[in-house]
Structures are given as C-alpha cells and as structure tokens.
C-alpha cells in the first residue's frame, strides 16, 4: 500500500501528459459522433444572438478582432459563427484587427467562408470590409470614432453609405483573448453603444459585473460558447451545421473527466500521505 | 517558368500547406517530453517569422498610410493644422532618447504629455464607471425566482464583505475581522470559478490542435514517429541523460 | 526643466480633455483629430523603435558565439518573410499569407497549447484540500467545471443552474470587490499624475 502511495507521489508528469493527450485525441477520431451531446445556449450567449436577430437587412455590425493566433481555438469559432450570422441576416460587417497578428488569420477566414456558394453574393466592400489596423489605442479610437468614422480608418467602399460616427453603429462585437477591450466597457456609458463581448474561457469570470451593470449585451464564454452559438445560428437557419467548436465539445467532456480523476486522486494521495504522517 | 510561379509553387502547393503545420506542431509537441534541440529549432524560426511578420504589416498597415502619404501630401498642400503631425512627429521621435543613458530626460516631453492628457479624459469615465457599479449594488433585494433573490443578496453582501477584506488601515478583529473571513471566502470562489474556466479554456487551446492532426492522419503518425525517432537518438547518443527530480516544486 | 515642463504640457493637456467631458463641443472637429491623428504618428514612431531594439539585439546575439546558430536562423527566417512580403504582398493567397497560416500559426497556437498538459499537471500536485478556503476554491471550481462541459447537464438537470449560480453572484461578488478596487487605484494614480506627484514614468 505505502509501495503505491509512494509511485503516485512521484507519478511521472508525461504519464499525466499521455492521458490528457489520449482523452482529447481519442472522441475527435471518426467512429467517436456519437459522443457529441448537445449544448444548450446559456443567456448570456443567446443574448448576442437575440441582438444581431433584431438587427434589419443593411444594418452595421462593427467586430473588434482583437486576438491573435494564440487564442485562435477558441475565438475564431465564435468569429465564424458570428459572421455566418451576420451574412445571414444581410447586415453590413466592418471588421477592425486591433492585433496585427490578427489580421491574416481573419481574412483568410473571411475568405473561406465568402468562397461558400450561399455567400457567393458578399463583395468585399459592399457587404462586408476588412479594416486592418491602425495604430492608435482603443480610448483615442474610439473617440474618434464617435468625429469620424470613415477618416478614422481611411478606408473607401460603398459600405461606407450613411455610417457617419459611433452612433450610427447598430452593434459592435469585442473578440478578445486579454483586456483590450476593458476600454470599450469604461467608455460604453458615454457613448452608450450596444456592445456584446466574446472572450476566452480564462477571462470569462472577470467580465459578469459589467454583464449585470448593461455595459455588455451578451458574453460567450471560450469555445462552450462558441459551440452555444453555432448551436443557436443552426437551429434558426440550417440543420447539423456543425462547427469545429461544437466538435470540439466532446473532448472537452473527457479531458474534464479525466483532470478530474486527477483532482480527486491528488486529494486522497495528500489526506493518505497526512494521516500516515499523522 | 518565372520567379513569382516558382515561389507559389513551393509555398502553395498541397504539400507545404498539409506537412507543415502538422511537423510544427508535432515538433513544439516535443517540448512535453523534455526540452531539446528540435523544440529550440521550431522556436527560433516561430520567431524570426513572427518579427518579419510584423514588420511587414506595420510598414503596409501602420508607415505607409500614416506616415508617409501624409508626409506626401503635405508638400502637395500645405494646410495649417498639418502643423499637429509635425509636432506629434517631434515629440515621439524623443522617445529614441530612452536608449542613452544620460539624455533620456528628453522622452520625457512624450511620456508626460501622453500620461497627462490620458489622466485627463480617464479620470471621468472612471468616476462614471464607480457609480454605476455602485448604483447597480442598490437593488431591491426582492427579484422574484430563488435563485435571482439569493443572487442579489450574496452579490451586496458579498462585494460589501470582500471590499471589507481589501480595507486594512483597522486591524481585521470583531465584527470586521469576521465580515473579512466571510469576504476572503467570497474571493475565493471567484478564484475557484475563474481556475474552472482556465480549465476549459487551455484544454480548448489543446483540442484546437488535435482537430489539425485529425484531419491529416498520415501527417501527424509520419511527424510523430519521425520526431519520436529523433528523440530517441537524441537522448540516447547525444546527450547523457541527467537524473530528473520529479517533486512537487515542478510547476 | 527635465521633469517640469513635461508635466506642466501634460497638465494642460489634460485639463482641455477633462472639461472636454463636462462641455460637449468645447472642441472643434479638427482639434479634436488633434489628439487622434497625431498619435498615429506617434505610433509610427514606436514601431521604428521596436525595429531599432530587435536589429540591436540580434546583432549582439550573432556576435555572441554560444547562441549564434539561432541566431542566424532566426534572422534569415525575417529576411524570408521580409522579401515575400514585398516580392507578393500580402492578401490571402500569396507566399507570405501561406507562410503565415502554415508556420506562424501552428507554432503560436501549439506553444500556447502546451499550458493544456501544464494545467492537468498542476491540477494534480497542487489543487489540494488543504484549508477551508482551498476547500471552497476545490469545490467552486469542479461545479463551474461541471456546469462547463455538456455532459454536467446530462447528468442532473440542476448542475448547469447551480454553476451558473456561483458565476452570477459569489464569483461576480469578488470580482467587483477588484473592480472598484481598480478604478479607485486608477483613478488616485491619474490625480497624481496631473499634479505631477506621480514621477515614475519620467526619467532622470
């Protein structure tokens, strides 16, 4: 009995390593769908959803891509399901990269998803334009912004119809893996925008005050939430569109299942060890 | 064939965009094993890459469109308030200043007025953002279902005892003593809460990359073995292995 | 003079944006663009001085014998990207884009993944029941971890409203406590820095 105390005392760290591989690998190879349990929407996502459902075909949706590829698996989800949406409901999309990593991953993205034939009608542009990067903080943009909106970019398009300032903005959505956009939610009560934030799982917590206090309509939490929206925009448009988000949840059940094993198994090993040293 | 069809072809074609990304990440994957020559490989290219990246957007992003087409313009036509990028212009340039030791005093014309006019637009928005938060705390507590009443209660309560936790010009004893116990518990299921979605969030990071091997099979097993072989090799002929001390300190 | 006059530009700056607050249109469209557009220059400016550092540093890496060979990798690695930047552009679908998505990304995104096995690894040697406050921190984290995962929901109805519960209030609870904590900081470090109280950010 003490001979196994001691080995799990001293368990090798690449043997927990190998396991947690194994838990996530194994329910992503074929043969494994039938592990994938459906999601139901938490409100904090469905109100992102609700939002962007009451918008009208023409109006403007801002994104503020503020991540780069390190946050990838869990932002750029949300970020597709988001502008599938978007194009579903006809609504013009400016996207900002604020992370000049950002900027290709997000056109390749867009690229991709404009090459699918129902979206073969979205000119860059017209429906949709991709504002790269400026350097200037988000304060000073958004102040800007609120002059200028079109200088602020000093970009051209027939998208630009109409959309003078901020309040001509009909929703803006943050994507940030850090605290870009903590700026955002300071100065929402002045400028009183509409403003729904989609952040990593890590920083989820940090942002339910602002969520109570009206600063933010709508939170998605990390991939769950990703999978949440994806699950809503399939529900309302087309059947089984699964995204990599909503595959991904069945890994995320087990590597949860097998880090909890490991949570429970360190706690007995540490009560056993405390009771022998009495 | 010309230069430009070369390069696509060597940077677009089936096998550059399917073998690369797995052999990257199978290659960083080796780190987990034990640090090693083909890890610091994948780490000095994943660098040199990522500063010529950035180098390349910021002159097409950032040098080009605000600094040299203004610039351009300006001997064009010269308006007045072009006058405000010159002195904007002269300002930073003193943060150049930063790198001597004994004239960094002159970056202090930048840094101080960038501090103080960001004090000055800050200092209301931040004095809006404590009010609404307070405001938000004066509720009625009564909000209906269970949950949302016992929601409202432990939200005053327990921002009022956590706030009592953080006050420390009184001696934590009595009545305030108790109110920070009960506050330092109220943290701590923030901690707890903000620890469960850390979980969540890197195994996503994780499950992101294992999508990638999925769906290129023959890659990832060939990568692997390739790797595991090197490693093997490695540690075997190249390096003695050092004894490691497993304790509890890793991490 | 080294110290004053700096803070003196910056007091006056930010008194006009401080009443900038309280007087709506106290500025002209152009002066507010004042601040805007100059600090995209300004911003220019930081990027050559963030070349400036890492040309500076690699050189001294280069003439150093230990690490050279990475060095030099790394360098010819920059000059790669540097020339198909500028041979091809860089929308999507071009050398440098492929480059990107190819090697850049797989390489951050699985660096970054490693804090995935880190996780599971500290999960085991340090999230012990120690104390009651860890015990509360123990107990919080695997209900919101359960109420994460699809699975909790399958397994009682109830876990997903209770995880959700402790995201709503004690955890929200806590995180204001910091939240007001922060603007208080915040707002008496501005204060001092627009008196000039506050030196830090200035050099000798």
């Known amino acids: 009995m003490n001979n196994i105390l001691e080995k799990l005392k001293k368990i090798d760290r690449r043997i927990i390593y190998f396991l947690v591989f194994l838990s996530i690998i194994i329910p992503l190879l074929p043969g494994f769908d039938f592990l994938i349990f459906p999601v139901p929407p938490t409100k904090e996502t469905r109100a992102i959803f609700d939002e962007v459902e009451k918008l009208n075909e023409g109006d403007v949706v801002f994104i503020d891509w503020a991540f780069d590829p390190s946050s990838k698996a869990e932002l750029l989800p949300m970020f597709e399901a988001f502008f599938k949406h978007c194009m579903k409901k006809k609504v013009r999309v400016f996207i900002y990269y604020a992370s000049i990593n950002g900027i290709n991953l997000g056109k390749e993205s867009v690229k991709k998803m404009t090459a699918l034939e129902e979206f073969s009608w979205c000119r860059e542009g017209e429906n949709y334009i991709n504002m790269e990067y400026i350097p200037i903080t988000a304060d000073i943009r958004i102040f800007n912004m609120d002059v200028d909106f079109k200088g602020t970019y000093k970009k051209e398009g027939k998208i630009f119809e109409g ?8 929703y803006i959505l943050g994507l940030s893996g850090s605290v870009y956009h903590q700026t955002h939610i300071d100065m929402q009560i002045r400028f009183n925008y509409k403003f729904g934030l989609a952040v990593t799982a890590v920083m989820g917590p940090d942002y339910v005050p602002f969520l109570q206090t009206g600063q933010l309509t709508g939170l998605a939490n990390g991939l769950r939430g990703a999978a949440e929206y994806e699950r809503l925009v399939s529900d ?43 | ?74 001997f064009v036509e010269f308006h007045f308030w072009d006058i405000t990028y010159i002195i904007w212009f002269l300002l930073a340039l003193t943060m150049f200043f930063r790198f001597s030791r004994k004239k960094a005093w002159v970056a202090n014309y930048y840094f101080g007025f960038l501090f103080g006019y960001t004090a000055g637009y800050y200092i209301p928005i931040a004095v809006q953002n404590i009010l609404l938060q307070s405001t938000n ?32 010009s009184k001696p934590h004893k009595g009545v305030l003593g108790k109110t920070a116990r009960v506050g330092i518990v109220i943290m701590m299921i923030f901690f707890g809460a903000a620890f469960g979605s850390t979980v969540m969030g890197r195994v996503s990071l994780f ?15 060939v990568c692997t073995i390739g790797v595991i072989i090197y490693l093997i090799i490695y540690f075997k002929f190249f390096k003695k292995e050092e004894k490691v001390i497993d304790d509890e300190s890793f991490i | 003079m080294k110290k004053e006059i700096p803070i003196l530009l910056g007091l006056i700056a930010g008194i006009l944006w401080y009443g900038e607050f309280f007087i709506a249109g106290m500025f002209q469209e152009n002066q507010k663009l004042f601040f805007s557009n100059g600090m995209k220059i300004a911003g220019v400016v930081g990027v050559l001085v963030g070349v400036y550092s890492v040309a500076r540093q690699n050189y001294y890496k280069i003439k150093n014998k230990n690490e050279r060979y990475y060095a030099i990798l790394r360098v010819s690695m920059i000059l790669l990207m540097v020339f198909l930047g500028l041979k091809s552009g860089t929308s999507s679908g071009t050398p440098f884009s492929s480059m990107f998505m190819n090697v850049y990304v797989p390489f951050q995104a699985t660096v970054f993944s490693l804090l995935a096995f880190y996780i599971a690894s500290a999960a085991y040697r340090s999230f012990k029941a120690k104390s009651v406050e860890s015990a509360v921190l123990l107990v919080a984290s695997i209900i919101v971890m359960l109420s994460k995962i699809p699975l909790g929901g399958e397994m009682w109805g109830q876990i997903p409203v209770i995880g ?8 929200s609870a806590g995180r204001r406590a910091i939240i007001f904590g922060g603007y208080l900081g915040s707002i008496t470090m501005m204060i001092r820095i627009f008196f000039g109280l506050e030196r830090s950010h200035l050099s000798e």
């Open chain 1, 163 to 170: 959309v003078e300032t901020l309040k001509d903005i009909n």
């Open chain 2, 1 to 74: 064939m010309d230069f430009n069809a070369l390069l696509d072809n060597i940077f677009l074609n089936d096998i550059f965009v399917t073998w690369v990304p797995v052999l990257a990440t199978v290659m960083v994957m080796s780190f987990l094993y034990k640090d090693n020559p083909l890890y610091k490989i994948g780490e000095n290219i994943f660098i040199g890459v990522s500063l010529g990246y950035m180098w390349i957007l910021m002159w097409q992003y950032t040098i080009k469109p605000f600094f040299i087409m203004p610039v351009q313009d300006m």
């Open chain 2, 207 to 221: 499950i992101d990359r294992a999508l990638l091997l999925v769906d290129f099979p023959m890659q990832s097993i």
């Open chain 2, 137 to 168: 705390l004066m509720k009625p507590m009564n909000q209906g279902s269970f949950f949302e009443t016992t929601k409202w209660i432990v939200i005053i309560f327990g921002t009022f005892a956590a706030l009592m936790y953080f006050f420390f």
């Open chain 1, 236 to 278: 309302k448009y087309e059947n089984n569109y699964y995204g990599s988000a909503t595959k991904g949840m069945s890994s995320l059940t087990f590597s949860h299942l097998v880090i909890f094993g490991f949570v429970i198994m360190g706690n007995i090993v540490y009560f056993m060890d405390k009771k022998k040293r009495g």
């Open chain 3, 164 to 171: 959700e519960w402790i995201m709503d209030a004690p955890s």
